[in-house]
Structures are given as C-alpha cells and as structure tokens.
C-alpha cells in the first residue's frame, strides 16, 4: 500500500517507507520463496477505480457480495450501499470513525481519503499554540490520543431524494458497519482572525484595481446557515484573545467596546464583516502588539410572514 518516501513528519524527506528487508512467501508447499531478488513492478491505482465502480453505471460492472452480519470488516476492500439524503436544510456529513484507511464516493462524487486507524500522539499536547519560530514536529499538537477526523461533509448538492449511492474502498480492515449519515444543526458560530492575516481572495482583485492599502486589512466573517439570522453576540474582544471557539477568553489587552462594535454591525444579519484593526474600534488598547479579534455569535431561524 505504501512504497517510496514519507509525505509528513520532521525531515520526512530522509526518512524511507514500504517494504525493505528480506521479503518472502512462506506456507506453498514447495517451501518458503524469496522475493528480494525477484524483478518488481508497480502499479498505481486499482481496477475498481479505472471501471468507476464508484458510479452507478461502474457499480453494474463488478458482481457484489450480499450483506453479512456485522461486523462488516475487510482488508483491501469495496463495499457499496445506497441512503436517503435526510430532510430539512441542515449540513450533510457521514460518520467514518470506525474505518481504518481508504477513500469514499458519494455518486460518483469523491469525499476523500481516510485515515481513521490513525491516532494522534498521546504525548507533547500544548494548551496553546504559536507557529512562530523553528519548527518541531511536536509544535501546536491538540486532541492527543484522538483521532484526526471522523465526520466528513457531504454537500447537499450530490444528493438526490433516494437512492444515493455510498461507495467505500478500505485497505486496513475498518467496520462499515458502523458507518451512518446524520445532520447538524449550527447554531454557534465563531471567527478568530489575527491583523497579520491576510485579507480576504475576493479582496485581491480590487487591491491590484485600486492600490488602496486599506483593502489590504484583514476581516473577521460571520455568516449564519441558510434561514438563519444572527440574533446575539455572546463573545467579541478585540486585542489579544485566548481559547477555542464556545472557550474564548480575555487576555490582558483588550478593548473595551469590542463587543458594542460587533453587535451593532451584525445582530439581525445573515452574515457580517468586521475589519480587524484599531480604526474599527476606535481604540489601541495595546500599541506595539499585533492583535486578533475573537467573536462567538449565536444563529436562529427566522420565520417569513406572508401578507
């Protein structure tokens, strides 16, 4: 599954991968064949991928196997199902927590690779994170012992009323059984944005336009799910913030009105954007310091009346 060099990790161009050593077949009764010596190929990809079974027209190509009592686990394995997309206007995602490592087709459409067998070290875990200075493989580590993700977002747009079409290639023997389709619901949103931060894509064009040094200021987002308004402001601090999102804190430079400021310029929208800099604020609540804008706002429906 894995040959040449690694793609990750401190110095991982000098660090070899895949298979090194004796390599031998053992167990044919003409005894135990060596292969080290042996003339090698490789091939990329696999015959699944070149006939798109991943599609409902390739999925006809292949015979498939009936289901079997779960657990459903396989090494170097396909496994096909069909769902309904779920009611309502929610974010799609599907839970992979239980896989090992492969990839997923939603019809036809590539959600990815997964890696779900893959834990995150259990140790050098920092409360906070800064990215400057020299690196260290160790630097900004979270969630030690955790995987690295387990939900995967599936856009609304590949789906159709029934029947969608979930295809999974596992190579570590995952249980698919345990795989579902579920909604979430947001309704707490959050932007944490740093004046070193670089402005925004769209803003690029009309800088090169107009050369104006203040597009060049970074801006914080909000922006609430479809039907959804902003309706408070339950954290907002501009200076130097601590925590996460739903954890934000503040530090020891802050400016006072920071909260005023976001509320006046989102409660009631669908989306907001404040530039983060002293101007907005009206304030330099610490010079010399580059500062960040934290802000963790809540969403709800709103109900369109009819006259």
């Known amino acids: ?58 999925a006809n190509f292949v015979q498939w196997k009936s289901a079997l009592p779960p657990p459903w686990t396989g090494y170097l394995s396909w496994y096909k ?31 990815g690779r997964f890696w779900s067998s893959f834990l995150i070290t259990e140790t050098d875990c920092s409360q906070t994170c800064d990215y400057r200075g020299t690196f260290t493989q160790s630097k900004c580590l979270t969630d030690c012992g955790q995987q690295s993700q387990q939900w995967y977002h599936i856009p609304r747009e590949w789906l159709q009323p029934n029947q969608n079409l979930l295809v999974v290639f596992d190579e570590l023997g995952g249980d698919v059984s345990k795989i579902y389709v579920a909604t979430k619901t947001v309704d707490t949103i959050c932007a944490n944005v740093l004046q070193s931060y670089p402005p925004r894509v769209n803003a690029w064009p009309k800088f090169q336009a107009t050369r104006q040094k203040l597009l060049l200021i970074p801006e914080a987002k909000l922006e609430c799910p479809d039907n959804q308004l902003i309706s408070s402001i339950k954290f907002a601090s ?29 409660i009631g929208k669908k989306t907001c954007s404040i530039s983060v800099s002293s101007t907005t604020f009206g304030v330099e609540p610490c010079a010399g310091v580059s500062k960040s804008l934290a802000v963790e706002a809540h969403c709800q429906p709103f109900l369109s009346a009819t006259l």
């Open 1 to 58: 599954m894995t040959v040449g060099l690694q793609d990750g990790g401190y110095r991982f161009d000098m660090e070899s991968a895949g298979l090194s050593g004796s390599i031998k077949l053992t167990g044919l009764r003409s005894g135990d064949r060596e292969l080290s010596t042996q003339q090698w190929r490789y091939q990329v990809g696999l015959k699944g991928e070149s006939l798109k079974i991943y599609t409902q027209q390739g």
């Open 81 to 111: 199902a069909s769902f309904a997309t779920p009611s309502g206007s929610d974010p799609v995602a599907i839970y992979f927590g239980s896989m090992g490592k492969g990839q997923a087709w939603v019809n036809g459409n590539s959600l």
């Open 238 to 266: 501009f200076g130097n913030p601590q925590g996460r999102c739903q954890a934000f804190q503040q530090g020891d430079c802050h400016a006072t009105n920071s909260l005023d400021i976001v509320k006046k310029r989102c």
